[in-house]
């Protein structure tokens, strides 16, 4: 194997090469697997889509493969404007290439806010079990969390307080007394949290915890962060987890489902209140692949797709979501190696109760073709938004046969 393989418990495994994909099926040369995880939850509208797919022959007609930040470009100007029409902002979009360093520029720029406004603030929050990208500073938000304790060579940043995440148990109070706590403290610059929690384990946030959190926020000048790179995009049945509570966040970051994977983009939509400070200001920040044209182009058909009759295939993820809820349910209920089936509609994963079972089962589930991607105890379920109602009672009747076979 001549390719690292990032995540991976063990290097030199030969992974199975996959050829080709539609809908939501991969295929290797010699099986079809369903895609129980859209990939790593970015493939939110499905494989080969052709509308898509149009974005990149569009743009790269136009001659203009490349255009440098400081030009104005048709495809990134209107992208700017309809993510900050969809989430009602007046300010400005930052772009990057993807969830993790668009993140750091959100941190970065909640502390250049602070200091413009010549206030000490210094401090970001983030939460014990997080997860907001795998660069070396930004990784460093990661709590107790295994992925960060891996790597020994991830720094602790000074300024980075870790908050417990919410509880269902008290109704998230300890959360919330910690958060406060550290607000009250007066040295809070921002804190950052998933609109909806994702790999981090889809910790569930009791009813008005993010509007608790925006109050604190909103009393005391911190910049609220909400990562959307895992949730935004239907995958939680509405356009944005956040959207399930009553919200303005002063940064969204997204990824993943902006462009579906077919061509890498991040961006970070910015309330006005922070962006102004811009207008006189430099922004000393930005990659060579600022806002790439095609990726950009490719980010319009899907929103294209994502808005087409009034959000028709988010309202469809939104039953979607339930009915594997209900079917993950009645799983649980049949075996005794799972703790439980939780998250937001199409945003959920399977708590096993040891490792050995879980590894059994996700290779099992692999040789009956269904890929879903697995972390420590946590099997992921987050297929692409569209799946027929169809495909996934079919692949819940192999996860019960697989469950049946390795429980013991
Ligand atoms: N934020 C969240 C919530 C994520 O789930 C991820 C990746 O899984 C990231 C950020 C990092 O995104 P990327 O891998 O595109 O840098």
């Known amino acids: 194997m001549n390719t690292f393989i990032p995540w991976a418990a063990k290097q030199g495994i030969k992974p199975i090469t996959i050829l080709g994909a539609d809908k939501s099926f991969i295929f290797s040369k010699t099986k079809r697997y369903v895609d129980m995880t859209s990939g790593l939850v970015v493939v939110n509208l499905g494989h080969n889509n052709n509308y898509i797919k149009q974005a990149f022959t569009q743009q790269l007609d136009t001659g203009l493969g490349y255009v440098p930040s400081m030009f104005g470009n048709y495809h990134r100007d209107k992208l700017s404007s309809r993510l900050l029409d969809l989430t009602n902002k007046q300010g400005k979009v930052f772009y990057g290439l993807g969830g993790a360093d668009v993140n750091e520029n959100a941190m970065f720029m909640c502390l250049e806010y602070q200091s413009f406004k010549n206030q000490s603030k210094s401090k970001i929050l983030t939460f014990g079990k997080s997860y907001h990208g795998g660069s070396s500073i930004i990784s460093s938000l990661l709590g107790g969390d295994k992925r960060k304790m891996d790597k020994q060579l991830h720094f602790d940043l000074p300024n980075l307080i870790h908050v417990p995440n919410p509880s269902m148990n008290d109704n998230g109070k300890h959360s919330i007394n910690t958060i406060s706590k550290h607000i009250n403290s007066g040295r809070v610059a921002g804190i950052m949290i998933e609109g909806s929690s994702g ?210």
């Open 199 to 408: 790999s981090a384990g889809c910790i569930q946030y009791p009813k008005g915890y993010l509007n608790k959190i925006q109050e604190l926020c909103h009393q005391n000048d911190v910049t609220l962060i909400v990562d959307e790179v895992m949730s935004g995009w239907g995958r939680t049945g509405k356009m944005f987890g956040y959207n399930h509570s009553d919200i303005d966040p002063d940064i969204i970051v997204t990824a993943k489902g902006l462009t579906c994977g077919y061509s890498p983009l991040g961006a970070m939509i910015v309330d006005d209140k922070i962006s102004q400070i811009y207008n006189d200001n430099t922004l000393n920040s930005g990659l060579t692949y600022y806002g790439h044209p095609v990726s950009c182009a490719v980010a319009n058909n899907c929103l294209d797709l994502y808005l087409e009759n009034d959000m028709e295939v988010v309202k469809y993820a939104y039953c979607l979501g339930d009915e594997i809820h209900t079917l993950a349910n009645e799983i649980v209920d049949k075996y005794s190696c799972l703790v439980e089936y939780r998250g937001n509609k199409l945003l959920g994963c399977f708590e096993f109760k040891n490792d050995e079972t879980i590894q059994k089962a996700n290779i099992l589930l692999l040789e009956n073709g269904v890929f879903c991607y697995n972390r420590n105890k946590l099997l992921f379920i987050a297929p692409p938004i569209n799946t027929e109602y169809k495909v996934i009672k079919d692949v819940f009747e192999i996860i019960d046969n697989v469950i049946e076979q390795v429980q013991e």
